[in-house]
């Protein structure tokens, strides 16, 4: 079993910035696609990055040029760096991970962009 925690959300003024981590249990990442989704209240879970085990990323286009995935692997560590933000980044941001069948999913972190 993985377990994967997020950190670093927050109130946050627009235009400001934050990066979020997601630390995992065991080292998984040469193994393991990560991503990084967000759930608003009443909407869909909506993608916004991935890195795959050889290292390639990939940025929806609603967030490309403002949000940046990247990783390392001596620390077991992904991280999101949000810039630009918007009040409709508004969010419960969460990690995932998948390793050939098996899923794993942080318990979220909250990123509110307020002024």
């Known amino acids: 079993q993985v377990q994967l925690v997020e950190s670093g959300g927050g109130l946050v003024q627009p235009g400001g910035s934050l990066r979020l981590s997601c630390v995992a249990s065991?080292?998984?990442?040469?193994?393991?696609?990560m991503d990084w989704y967000r759930q608003a209240p009443g909407k869909q879970r909506e993608f916004l990055a991935q890195?795959?085990?050889?290292?390639?990323?990939n940025h929806a286009n609603s967030v490309k040029g403002r949000f940046t995935i990247s990783r390392e692997t001596a620390k077991n560590t992904v991280w999101l760096q949000m810039n630009r933000l918007k009040p409709e980044d508004t969010a419960v941001y969460l990690c995932?991970?998948?390793?050939?069948?098996?899923?794993?999913w942080g318990q979220g972190t909250q990123v509110t962009v307020s002024s």
């Open positions: 065991r080292n998984i990442f040469s193994r393991a696609t």
């Open positions: 890195v795959t085990p050889g290292g390639l990323t």
């Open positions: 995932h991970g998948r390793v050939g069948a098996l899923d794993y």
